[in-house]
């Protein structure tokens, strides 16, 4: 049942929510505000423009000690037949008077012929940001090596060329990415400042393969040990297993330099193959299927009907060894 009492108690309630409301409504409004209108520039100019772009409004995101923070979304459209590169702009934010009241940095990406792509910027700003003025960013010459020298690289994931090369770099933080056949792939980032002198040099020592390679025709790479190869196929240790490959399957084959320490502190065998190829280890093991030879610390496994012949030298002994005809099978 409804009171005279229960009325008159909504009733301050009510008259709390709005003054809430309200305060909340004053207290947010300066902080974020509704988008301005859009704005569109053409460069380099007006009669004979390349880019079109289009601001679609500033709207103020923050306000810091009486400085509004806002962000706008930006549009760049290539009016021209030809590609147009990764590109750095200034961006002079003016008021409705033309005045200068902030400035803002725009990164467009590589854009097609008659294509378009998308940015945005931020920036703070003393007043209330009603048009733009675009300068176009400049970029710094640096010389790009590597050691070896003759490798690939990209930049950004574009390819760029071969070292040693002066590539032009724009302002920001880049990635570099080289490549080069029988070295390790390595990368490296550069920061490029706006103070950066022009003329200096950026390079990157490549890593040796720690493994032998084998790439296919099919695109496969199988990394590890080539036991031996002739006119007709590959025996290829990968993962422990000795794999044999037809020579027609094989595309590339990367060999590393193996280089063998402290020959006298155990055993060391020859196992000499029945192609004219030789094996230096120390055999493990040896059945009717296979010999099992550790290699660089790594365990072989070879064919017996690959192995013609096994040498085996022991620890301190003249260098002439001892010689042991694998037996038949």
């Keep these: ?65 009486g400085t509004g923070i806002y962000t706008s979304d930006v549009t760049a459209q290539n009016l021209s037949d030809q590609s147009l590169p ?8 003016l008021d409705t008077n033309g005045v200068k009241i902030g400035k803002a940095r725009l990164r467009l990406d590589a854009i097609p012929p008659y294509r378009t792509c998308k940015s945005q910027v931020q920036f703070s700003a003393a007043g209330t940001p009603a048009k733009v003025s675009l300068i176009a960013g400049r970029t710094i010459p640096l010389s790009v090596k590597s050691v070896p020298p003759g490798a690939s690289f990209s930049v950004d994931g574009e390819d760029a060329g071969v070292t040693p090369k002066v590539y032009d770099f724009t302002i920001g933080l880049h990635t570099i990415e080289f490549h080069k ?17 022009p003329g200096g040099s950026v390079s990157l020592e490549l890593g040796g393969l720690s493994q032998d390679t084998v790439e296919l025709r099919d695109g496969t790479t199988l990394t590890g040990d080539l036991i031996s190869m002739s006119l007709a196929d590959a025996v290829f240790q990968s993962e ?47 059945s009717a299927k296979d010999v099992v030879v550790r290699r660089n610390g790594r365990e072989l496994y070879i064919e017996r009907k690959l192995v013609k012949k096994i040498i085996h030298e022991e620890a301190g002994a003249p260098r002439t060894p001892a010689e042991h005809t694998a037996p038949s099978h």
């Design 1 to 65: 049942m409804r009171t005279s009492h229960g009325v008159l108690l909504l009733t301050p309630m009510r008259t709390a929510f709005s003054w809430c409301g309200l305060i909340f409504a004053v207290l947010v409004s300066p902080l974020v505000s509704q988008s301005s209108s859009p704005v569109t520039v053409q460069w380099p100019d007006a009669d004979k423009p390349i880019l079109k772009l289009l601001f679609a409004g500033f709207t103020r995101v923050g306000l810091v000690n």
């Design 86 to 93: 990764r590109s750095v702009f200034t961006v002079n934010i």
């Design 181 to 197: 056949e029988g070295y390790a792939p390595g990368s490296t980032q550069l920061d490029v400042g706006a103070d950066e002198l």
């Design 240 to 286: 422990g297993k000795a794999k044999t490959l037809d020579r027609n399957q094989i595309k590339k084959i990367f060999l590393v330099e193996r280089v063998s320490t402290n020959l006298n502190s155990a055993d060391k065998d020859i196992v000499e193959l029945q192609d004219g190829t030789a094996v230096l280890g120390e055999i493990l093991s040896m």
